[in-house]
């Protein structure tokens, strides 16, 4: 099964090492978004897509990405993920406009992730940031058997 994981981890590394997780169990490559081929994904049997979190939204680089995918015709399978310092509100899940986009564009969108990732975002840089130690060892395994799921 050929996957690509296209991540971008601007801030801290914090979705960069969750798509590392993802990659374990998937036999994946990790790319960014400025470094992935849009014929390669659409040929791609599976294609992770995630970033942190900014102001709510997943990172522009990795939205752009998915908006330029061509339209029309049926992809393969997609996922979905995001490292968030707060809460993600369930009227509004992070990853739900990328998931649109994705199947706007022809792919079936299997699943979403989120998990808290250190956030040093305005006002919480004036106390050190938030989740400081995360994502830790129990959130990287979370991602890991997420990933397993999609796999099997």
């Known amino acids: 099964m050929k996957t690509i994981i296209v991540c971008a ?4 590394g914090n979705t960069r090492r969750i ?3 993802m990659a374990g169990a998937l036999d994946a490559k990790v790319v ?3 470094q992935a081929d849009p ?3 659409a040929g791609a049997d599976l294609v992770g897509f995630g970033s942190g979190v900014f102001y709510g939204r997943l990172h522009r ?3 752009d ?3 330029a995918l061509p339209t029309g015709g049926r992809r393969g399978r997609a996922f979905v993920f995001a490292t968030s310092g707060l809460p993600e509100a369930p009227w509004a899940p992070f990853t739900r406009p990328v998931s649109r986009l994705l199947e706007a564009r022809g792919f079936t969108v299997q699943d979403t992730f989120s998990c808290r990732a250190f956030d040093t975002w305005a006002p919480f840089a ?3 940031g938030l989740h400081k130690t995360r994502p830790n060892p129990t959130d990287l395994s979370a991602a890991h058997t997420f990933a397993e799921r999609l796999r099997d």
Do not use: K
């Not at 981890?9 to 801290?12: A, E, T």
């Open 126 to 128: 004036l106390v050190g």
């Open 19 to 21: 798509a590392r997780s």
């Open 32 to 34: 960014a978004p400025e």
């Open 9 to 12: 981890s601007v801030s801290h």
């Open 39 to 41: 014929a390669e994904l």
């Open 61 to 63: 680089s990795l939205t």
């Open 65 to 67: 990405l998915v908006g």
